[in-house]
């Protein structure tokens, strides 16, 4: 597991690309036949990716970075499918992911195994993973019921489907709210008017672009931009006191999920455009 210590508010204004892509990029989540995650100290968020092929992955808890016997000992974990058809057991129980499906495991799971229905289409599932401090049961939750919202217009360019997986009226958690965001088609801003979350970092990953497509996501304090170029199946880890938004060469997915001490949807600090440089 690698373990990432994010900059502080000021010390990222001094960073090379490189270096900002070190500490907040996450761009190699998706290996076959492998289980990769990443540890940030920021809400002590684990993001991960497994992707079974020749056989079953188990989830398992490494003692050096978790201390723990198992890896929902004391955590709660959000499982997203963007592949292939996959099934994932939880202590026993099989549950079948579709693509953009989405399965809640509770704090005080003990055996979590990801396995694809064909090897040649894999299933790719995306982990995203807070500490917990009560249970809740497991729970799966198929694209076709989470609840939706359409905001944007074609004209700003930001025309896009919000989808709400694990939220106050959705599936119960501790910390932990994810789902998802589809733009259409002629569409590429996400997020505008950008926002901070001080109560909550946030983890952006973004997918169902074109290989030869990029996203523009720009971070940093509202009056101090960065910005990082993403690809597809990567990631950025978002600070609570960094702005989050992004434009791209054209339309496509992302998947957002956060966790810290509110879980309010609409808890967030609006930036207005004219007050961003």
């Excluded at 894999?122 to 939706?148: C, G, I, K």
């Excluded at 973004?206 to 497509?213: E, G, V």
């Amino acid at each position: 597991m690698e373990v990432r210590y994010l900059p502080n508010d000021v010390s990222y204004q001094r960073m090379t690309t490189g270096e900002l892509r070190g500490a907040f990029a996450l761009e190699n989540l998706f290996e076959p036949g492998l289980i990769t995650l990443v540890y940030s100290d920021s809400d002590r968020a684990i993001v991960g990716g497994a992707v079974p092929v020749a056989g079953p992955l188990p989830l398992l808890a490494t003692q050096k970075e978790m201390a723990a016997r198992h890896f929902n000992e004391r955590r709660e974990l959000g499982i997203m499918n963007i592949g292939g058809e996959g099934t994932v057991s939880v202590d026993g129980t099989r549950f079948v992911l579709g693509f953009r499906d989405l399965l809640y495991a509770g704090k005080g799971v003990q055996g979590i195994e990801f396995s694809s229905k064909d090897a040649a289409a894999p299933a790719v599932f995306y982990l995203v993973s807070f500490p917990a401090h009560t249970t809740y049961p497991t729970s799966l939750m198929r694209f076709s019921d989470a609840e939706r919202s359409l905001l944007g217009s074609a004209s700003m360019a930001n025309k896009r489907t919000i989808c709400k997986y694990v939220h106050a009226g959705g599936i119960k958690s501790c910390q932990l709210v994810m789902g998802m965001t589809e733009l259409e088609e002629g569409s590429v801003w996400n997020t505008m008017p950008p926002h901070t979350h001080q109560r909550r970092s946030e983890i952006y990953l973004y997918f169902n672009l074109d290989p030869n497509a990029m996203v523009v996501h720009l971070m940093g304090k509202p009056n101090e931009t960065r910005n990082l170029i993403l690809r597809n199946r990567q990631a950025v880890l978002s600070p609570p006191w960094s702005i989050h938004a992004a434009a791209a060469t054209k339309n496509y997915a992302f998947i957002w999920a956060m966790g810290g001490e509110n879980q309010e949807f609409s808890d967030m600090d609006a930036i207005a455009p004219g007050d961003i440089l």
